[in-house]
């Protein structure tokens, strides 16, 4: 196909995207919200006070329309809401924007390792060994070789720092060239994705093969797995095996047995709350349905019997985090079975007739069963509306 050139004979002002926008953020993105972001942007210089009902009004949109964009580009670090002293919205800051690798999501494994006590230092030092030794090995003026991950037997259920990107030189390339499992990763990656790959992709690719040690039949399943899911990027290619690195997945037998539980779960979840079955799931709830799976040890059955108690408390508004908190406060009470949950609620309604007279006198003191906390986020985004709602409202009296 002939290469094109872009270019315009207007003399026309334009708006500055930053390129990870495009190459990140925007690929995951609903289209309408797209579209509120780039006006955001072209509204950035214009001086003028704007309202959400224009901006409503300029795309033929509802104002809850543009409260949900609002509310996705600020869950996504995107956008921040800025408020006077007295809470009310005074603008929204467009937030400087940032690659996968330099995620800000990766300071949480720098207080991990803050807080590695001293009874886990042989572990950490053994593994260190390990990830030495097998780079001091591919540092050779030789192919890099087929290898056998080799992690200490314990820390297979914990997650495990995660390694830094090298910079990768073109002779690193061209030695990893030579080698012929990685040759073959690069052939079905092309042929998958159906475009070849660049220089800059290669060292992600590069980076899971060599420095996240993923084999040859583990990386091969990783590709499949994210074209099975539509997701024909290396961005979401290196962001499934980052993952995978962090749970202690090595085997590709590891890796479809995670792969199982959490889409089981995931078709579970979905129907109860009435999500479309055929949407894909996010990175984001892979990992909020891996805690509840892997870390709160939580069963099917459980989870399915949190999504039936948030759909009761919120027939019309249960949410994925709102089913979070439910199970975090499970968690917390240490439930481990269906008959933990009706003890916990029997006891709650004890202690709710109990204190019955007091909670009419002192309202929020005491709650039905069925209410639980949303997460962080969740009750951030509901205040965020509350307050632009508040904010419109007062807009149209003025106008009046």
Not at 54 to 68: M, P, Q, S
Not at 96 to 110: G, N, Q, R, V
Not at 153 to 163: F, H, R, V, Y
Not at 279 to 287: D, P, W
């Amino acid at each position: 196909m002939k290469t094109i050139t872009i270019s315009t004979e207007n003399c026309e002002t334009y708006s500055s995207i930053s390129n990870f926008f495009i190459d990140y953020y925007m690929t995951e993105a609903n289209g309408e919200f797209v579209k509120v972001y780039l006006y955001l942007v072209r509204l950035l210089n214009t001086n003028s006070n704007i309202t959400v009902a224009a901006i409503a009004d300029h795309f033929n949109l509802t104002e809850n329309d543009i409260c949900r964009a609002i509310k996705y580009w600020i869950s996504r670090d995107v956008l921040k809401l800025n408020y006077d002293g007295k809470g009310h919205l005074r603008g929204i800051v467009l937030l400087p924007l940032h690659a996968p690798s330099i995620d800000l999501k990766m300071e949480t494994d720098a207080v991990s390792i803050l807080r590695i006590d001293t009874a886990n230092h042989t572990e950490t030092d053994e593994y260190d060994r390990v990830i030495a030794a097998t780079k001091e090995a591919s540092s050779a003026d030789q192919p890099i070789a087929p290898r056998a991950t080799a992690v200490p037997a314990n820390m297979a259920s914990t997650e495990l720092t995660l390694p830094s990107k090298p910079n990768y030189s073109t002779k690193d390339m061209d030695k990893a060239m030579k080698d012929s499992d990685f040759e073959d990763i690069l052939y079905l990656i092309d042929t998958l994705f159906g475009k070849p790959v660049t220089q800059a992709q290669m060292s992600s690719i590069l980076y899971i093969y060599d420095t996240l040690e993923f084999t040859s039949e583990l990386f091969e399943y990783l590709v499949e797995y994210c074209v099975d899911r539509g997701k024909k990027n290396i961005r979401y290619l290196e962001s499934v095996a980052i993952a995978w690195y962090k749970d202690g997945i090595r085997t590709k037998q590891q890796a479809k047995e995670q792969v199982y539980q959490t889409s089981s779960v995931a078709r579970t979840v979905f129907k109860a709350l009435g999500i479309p079955g055929d949407r894909t799931i996010t990175q984001a709830e892979i990992e909020i349905i891996n805690t509840w799976t892997t870390d709160y040890g939580f069963s099917e059955d459980i989870i399915k019997k949190a999504c039936e108690t948030a759909t009761l408390s919120k027939p019309t508004g249960a949410t994925l985090h709102y089913v979070n908190g439910i199970l975090e406060d499970w968690n917390k009470n240490n439930v481990k079975s269906l008959a933990d949950i009706e003890a916990l609620k029997k006891a709650h309604a004890a202690k709710y007739a109990s204190n019955k007279s007091e909670s009419a006198k002192s309202t929020g003191n005491i709650s039905n069963f069925n209410d639980f906390k949303q997460s962080t986020s969740d009750k951030t985004f509901d205040d965020m509306e509350r307050k632009l709602n508040r904010e419109l409202n007062r807009n149209k009296k003025n106008a009046q």
